[in-house]
């Protein structure tokens, strides 16, 4: 049996983001919606998150600091959840978050260490 480039991407995004992750979009899954989930599962995690090249740490590394250039939060906290399940240490995700500050600006890495600070907090990491 041949396992799609989706169900691949599905794996994948529970591994990053916890077991019951892809259940749980699935639940907010709609008409209007279920084209762009279909992507991120093909694409963004079946193609890309699924290539040897770099590992998934490294992954998560560059997603931390895009997402503060960005300015993205949502997509941030999820991506730093990954980042813990990739084995980021808290040292590390500081000065990704540190070094972009340089280069993204304070009020990008601001928003990003607030983030990032919920995120540690709601998984008991910091006080």
Known sequence: MT?????????????LMGDGYVEGKDKKRNAFNSALFDYSEEVCFGRTWSRSGIDRKLRSILNIAMLTALNRPAQLAHHVEGAINNGCTLEEIREILLHAAVYCGLPSAGEAFRVAEEVLRHRKLID
Do not use: A
């Open 3 to 15: 396992t799609s480039t989706q169900d691949i991407g599905r794996k994948i995004m529970n591994e």
